[in-house]
Structure formats: C-alpha cells, structure tokens
C-alpha cells in the first residue's frame, strides 16, 4: 500500500543513529538559520513547545492570541499551555490560510501575538500580516508579536521572500509527516540575535537532557520507520491503525485532538543524534522541496478532473507540504483508494473550534469546517494515478 506521506529517510540518516554526534545541535542550528535566511535558530524537542517556549520566555499570559482555526490543534494547546487565550480566525477556502480580512477585526487590547500558519505550505501575504501585527501595536501601545508557522511551509515564498525570514520570529517542526525530519523536534528562528539569545536561555533554564531510555526508544522508533513505510509492509500497518488500537499507545502520548495536553517530554532539549539526522536532512531539502512542486504540477495536470471535486490551485511560492483536494464523501472516497492500495491522508480533520476543548467558543467559522470535513491529500512522495 501506498502510505499517505513517507520520510525521506536514506543510509545517511540511518548511520547517523550509530555515530557519535557530539556537537550536532548546535551545528544543526547554525545550518537551519542560515538555510532559511534567519540570523539565527533555536531547537526544541517539538514545534509545540518551541510556540510554548516563545510565550513563557517573553511572560505572555492572560493574553488573547490570534491564530487561525484551520490549523493543527496543538498550536492552541500551545497557547492554552502558556496560560493564554486564542482567538481563532476562520479560513479562506482557496488556500486554506487565515482570512486576513477579518483578521484586524480580531485584535483587542488584551491581543500579545498573532501565529500565522502557511497551511500546506501555501504562503500567505507577510506584508500585510506585518502592517496588521504593527498596527495593532500601534494602536494599544505594546508589542503584538508576529509568529510566522512554518511548519507546512518551509522555504515558501511570497513574492520571492521566504515567508520565516519575517515577523519575529519564525517555528518549524520535524516530525516524520514533515517535510525535513528529525524524528521530532522543532525549531525557532528569528532575525534579531537578542531575542534569539532570550529564548535560548529560557531554554537552557527550563529544559532537560532527555532520559537514556529515550535515547534509546527513539532510535529503536527511527529503525522501525524505515520498514514501516515500505510499501509493502505499511499495508499491514494501515490495518493496525485502522482496524486495532495497537498503536495508539504511540499516537495518543503525541497527539490528541480532543484534550489539551502535550508529550510528557515536551521539555526535554533535542538529542544530538536527532539533530544528526536533521543535518542529513537539511542536504536533502532542496530535493524535497524540487520534487514536491515537481508532483503538484503532474496532479494538477493530470489528477481525473470530476465535477464534485474541489482541486488546489497552484501558486508561486508554495512548497505544497500538502496536495488537498475537498470531497463531497469523504469517507467513500478514503476507502475507494485504499481498496486500490493507496492510503489518502484527511489533514485537517478538525476545525479547532468544534473540538472539544474549544468548543464553548460561540462563534462560526464556516470555512474552517467545511474544510474539515472534506480534504484529503494525496501522496506528495509518489504520484497516484
Ligand atoms: C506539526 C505542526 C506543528 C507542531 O509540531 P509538533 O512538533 O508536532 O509539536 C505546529 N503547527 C503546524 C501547522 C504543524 O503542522
């Protein structure tokens, strides 16, 4: 079976679980700043607690905080987590970003950051994000940070300006479904080295060096990932996942969508070995990012076009960590492809409003529900017919 999204996992990341990497954090942080035009970069072991890191260290709190609706949930946990309120903006249907129309309208005194998630790696206008982030500033007299999430879009482009490269301070993630890998992991950067150290010491206060069992049941995790997306073997894991709760030991510490909570190693620092593979990696990323434009153009050239069908369009820019196209029966759809041997993913499924923890939120965000419950990706590493 054809999985919904694969690793870009080689010999050269598989050596690095046995080398010695003393070093490689550090190293690793200096290679990402400089491949995505910032100043300079800081690690965590996830995207979450590095947006969760950003807001302690700066004692944000009892603040509201702007984020899109349509977005992964742990963003808002994230800001739940460091004691603050978000203010959810619904999306525009064409690129499933943040309607930044509405997004002025959401600013209130008690507003400290907006996070501006380039959802399938679809850029959306920094200028403007910019002027509204200054504006409100502006308006109420302190700072309203801008939180530029990459982590659908790294190295995307607007108007030939990488999208991390402005706001404050930008986050990327590294989880095994990201376009660059580091197992997991996440990563801030930023353009001003004074904020930059500001985090780095926060950090450096509240974190940890992770447990030597983690060390180890992290590289037994990335041995198994090589196995398991083979296309003949992930099969198999499709069904566990699908038909048994087996692995949901594993997904449930990491992710749940309807409970606000994070991993309890949320605080742990990134190992060596794991910014080791970050540093294969990172040679790789142009490759990634060539090939993935590269399967947009075929999609949209040659996906069977139905009438019922909503297809992406394509646009300069983008690095497409996503191919989304919204169905009308989602469900039908999903299991018409995995009978053909093809796993199609449904990212988001969720508008963040409707769930649990964020569900007394009187407000509607059409858009972000619509699209919640109509997406599907197709693979991006392979192209299906
Ligand atoms: C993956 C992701 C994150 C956070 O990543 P974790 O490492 O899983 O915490 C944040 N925002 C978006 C849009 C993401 O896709």
């Not at 309203?144 to 659908?152: I, R």
């Not at 930059?196 to 940890?208: H, N, T």
């Not at 019922?308 to 989602?330: C, D, F, I, K, M």
Request: proline residues 4%.
């Amino acid at each position: 079976m054809i999985p919904r999204f694969k690793p870009n996992l080689g010999w050269d990341e598989f050596y690095a679980i046995f080398r010695n990497n003393k070093g490689a954090v550090e190293r690793f942080e200096e290679a990402f700043a400089e491949a995505f035009n910032a100043k300079e970069a800081v690690s965590f072991p996830y995207g979450r607690s590095a947006q969760w890191a950003f807001f302690k260290a700066h004692g944000i709190e009892d603040a509201e905080i702007i984020m899109p609706a349509y977005t992964c949930s742990v963003v808002a946990h994230a800001v739940k987590l460091s004691g603050n309120q978000p203010v959810f903006v619904d999306i525009q249907l064409s690129d499933y970003n943040m309607d930044l129309c509405q997004l002025a309208s959401k600013v209130t005194p008690k507003t400290r950051a907006i996070v501006a998630t380039h959802t399938f790696g679809y850029p959306q206008d920094i200028e403007q994000l910019e002027s509204i982030a200054n504006d409100a500033g502006q308006k109420y007299g302190h700072k309203v940070w801008l939180m530029q999430d990459c982590c659908h879009a790294f190295g995307a482009q607007w108007k030939g300006r990488d999208i991390g490269s402005s706001g404050d301070v930008a986050v990327y993630a590294f989880n095994i479904s990201k376009l660059l890998t580091c197992v997991f992991g996440g990563m801030l950067t930023f353009q001003d080295k004074q904020i930059a150290k500001k985090l780095r010491a926060f950090r450096d206060k509240e974190y940890q060096n992770p447990s030597f069992w983690k060390a180890i049941a992290r590289r037994i995790y990335l041995l198994a990932i090589y196995p398991a997306f083979n296309e003949l073997v992930y099969g198999f894991v499709w069904l566990l996942q699908e038909k048994t709760t087996l692995l949901n030991k594993f997904t449930e510490s990491y992710h749940l969508d309807e409970k606000i909570h994070f991993p309890p190693d949320y605080r742990d620092l990134m190992m060596d070995f794991e910014a080791a593979i970050g540093l294969e990696q990172l040679d790789k990323y142009h490759e990634i990012i060539r090939e993935r434009r590269i399967n947009a153009v075929w999609y949209d050239e040659n996906l069977t076009r139905k009438n019922s069908w909503v297809y992406p369009q394509l646009v300069e820019g983008a690095t497409y960590s996503h191919y989304v196209v919204r169905v009308p029966n989602r469900r039908q759809i999903l299991a018409e492809y995995a009978s053909r041997g093809v796993h199609l993913g449904k990212l988001i499924e969720y508008s963040i409003p409707e769930t649990a923890p964020y569900k007394k939120i009187n407000q509607s965000y059409p858009n972000s529900y619509e699209a919640s419950l109509s997406t599907v990706n197709f693979p991006m590493h392979k192209i299906i017919k």
